[in-house]
């Protein structure tokens, strides 16, 4: 397949951030939501419907790895050993951060294009944080610390669960797993009544999925002249946002990047959204607590996703449809995080949480 030249691959990132904010702001899909629905209410539809963008991504990122239009080992997700420590302790910053704002990265952007002016500031805090431990003055840490404290994964072999597999001499179970957990978390959405009553969640669940797949195939067939060693990207909302606010800073030419078109596709659908419906509406902080909140949810957000090599989408979607083995580790971190910054702001401190749990099983025995 002829390669894309880089204006398109950044257009069609624009085009599938569009798409993505356009439907979940309409359908009021939200990771952190999700999770705190989960932890808190026991209500697990807007978590389904993650699993549903999960099925569609792994279906359709396996079939362009099978046609061969894609290459995982190119890509950020599945390295040849494994940096536990930096995913865990990243994830759990992230999902305390995600608490104090309300939202992740993805979430932000949705709200800012509706006009929320706290996501502005949190977005600016979030990307220069992003960008100082990508690249700046935090980056030693991550590197030179962090992320030396890494397992290796047998034989050298791409770490992801199929290689994995196939590396202990079990064949390829790669079609398998596929079929068994896109079936899985499918069912899981349909024997919901409720969730089959709501076509806006459907919808928004169908879009963030395709456009994880759309994103793999742009790019896994894009050749990108600014990169020294361009590699397949898809959606994700922490560098990009990084490296969107590096591009305000310095130079246009930034622009030219599919993660940072998915930002600004994202704005843009939010806000043609937010005017379908006239929803559409300027919101600042209440008070100085409000902004305090805000600020240290964004800098934990921007260094704890780096950290952890994405976000809820980056790594609960997207690292999900490689099956890479940075999944389960992202996604539990990310789920105790938030339960902690939940925990904090509800309950008063972890303490006080686990007191209160603890009083509660003693009372029912």
Same mark, same amino acid.
């Given at each position: 397949?002829?390669?894309?030249?880089?204006?398109?691959?950044?257009?069609?990132?624009?085009?599938?951030?569009?798409?993505?904010?356009?439907?979940?702001?309409?359908?009021?899909?939200?990771?952190?939501?999700?999770?705190?629905?989960?932890?808190?209410?026991?209500?697990?539809?807007?978590?389904?419907?993650?699993?549903?963008?999960?099925?569609?991504?792994?279906?359709?990122?396996?079939?362009?790895?099978?046609?061969?239009?894609?290459?995982?080992?190119?890509?950020?997700?599945?390295?040849?050993?494994?940096?536990?420590?930096?995913?865990?302790?990243g994830s759990t910053v992230f999902g305390i951060g995600m608490a104090l704002v309300g939202t992740c990265g993805f979430g932000s952007l949705v709200r800012l294009g509706s006009g929320d002016l706290r996501s502005l500031i949190?977005?600016?805090?979030?990307?220069?944080?992003?960008?100082?431990?990508?690249?700046?003055?935090?980056?030693?840490?991550?590197?030179?610390?962090?992320?030396?404290?890494?397992?290796?994964?047998?034989?050298?072999?791409?770490?992801?669960?199929?290689?994995?597999?196939?590396?202990?001499?079990?064949?390829?179970?790669?079609?398998?797993?596929?079929?068994?957990?896109?079936?899985?978390?499918?069912?899981?959405? @349909? /024997?919901?009544?409720? #969730?089959?009553?709501?076509?806006?969640? +459907?919808?928004? $669940?169908? &879009?963030? %999925?395709? =456009? !994880?797949?759309?994103?793999?195939?742009?790019?896994?067939?894009?050749?990108?002249?600014?990169?020294?060693?361009?590699?397949?990207?898809?959606?994700?909302?922490?560098?990009?946002?990084?490296?969107?606010?590096?591009?305000?800073?310095?130079?246009?030419?930034?622009?030219?990047?599919?993660?940072?078109?998915?930002?600004?596709?994202?704005?843009?659908?939010?806000?043609?959204?937010?005017?379908?419906?006239?929803?559409?509406?300027?919101?600042?902080?209440?008070?100085?607590?409000?902004?305090?909140?805000? @600020? /240290?949810?964004?800098? #934990?957000?921007?260094?704890?996703?780096? +950290?952890?090599? $994405?976000? &809820?989408? %980056?790594? =609960? !979607?997207?690292?999900?449809?490689?099956m890479a083995l940075s999944w389960p580790l992202a996604v539990a971190g990310m789920m105790l995080g938030a339960r902690i910054g939940i925990a904090v702001l509800v309950e008063g401190s972890v303490r006080e949480m686990l007191?209160?749990?603890?009083?509660?099983?003693?009372?029912?025995?």
């Amino acid at each position: 397949m002829e390669p894309l030249p880089t204006w398109a691959v950044t257009l069609i990132g624009v085009l599938i951030g569009a798409a993505c904010g356009f439907t979940a702001r309409r359908a009021r899909l939200c990771s952190f939501g999700a999770i705190e629905d989960a932890w808190m209410g026991g209500d697990t539809r807007r978590l389904r419907i993650f699993g549903l963008a999960l099925a569609v991504a792994l279906v359709g990122t396996q079939l362009l790895v099978g046609l061969g239009w894609l290459s995982p080992r190119l890509s950020t997700y599945v390295p040849s050993a494994l940096p536990w420590l930096s995913i865990l302790l990243g994830s759990t910053v992230f999902g305390i951060g995600m608490a104090l704002v309300g939202t992740c990265g993805f979430g932000s952007l949705v709200r800012l294009g509706s006009g929320d002016l706290r996501s502005l500031i949190v977005m600016m805090v979030f990307g220069a944080v992003a960008y100082a431990t990508l690249r700046g003055m935090l980056a030693s840490l991550r590197i030179d610390v962090l992320e030396t404290v890494a397992l290796p994964i047998p034989g050298g072999v791409q770490g992801d669960l199929p290689s994995l597999l196939a590396r202990f001499g079990l064949g390829d179970w790669r079609l398998a797993i596929v079929l068994v957990a896109a079936t899985v978390l499918i069912l899981a959405v @349909l /024997a919901d009544p409720r #969730l089959r009553r709501s076509p806006r969640l +459907l919808l928004a $669940g169908l &879009t963030l %999925g395709g =456009g !994880v797949v759309a994103g793999w195939w742009a790019t896994g067939v894009a050749i990108d002249e600014f990169a020294a060693f361009p590699r397949p990207q898809s959606l994700t909302f922490v560098s990009p946002i990084g490296r969107a606010l590096y591009a305000v800073l310095s130079h246009p030419i930034g622009f030219l990047d599919f993660g940072v078109g998915t930002i600004l596709g994202v704005m843009l659908g939010a806000f043609a959204s937010a005017l379908y419906d006239r929803e559409f509406r300027w919101e600042a902080f209440d008070d100085h607590h409000e902004m305090r909140r805000h @600020l /240290a949810g964004g800098a #934990l957000m921007g260094f704890g996703g780096i +950290l952890a090599g $994405g976000c &809820t989408i %980056g790594q =609960g !979607v997207t690292a999900g449809s490689l099956m890479a083995l940075s999944w389960p580790l992202a996604v539990a971190g990310m789920m105790l995080g938030a339960r902690i910054g939940i925990a904090v702001l509800v309950e008063g401190s972890v303490r006080e949480m686990l007191a209160e749990r603890l009083g509660r099983r003693r009372r029912c025995d």
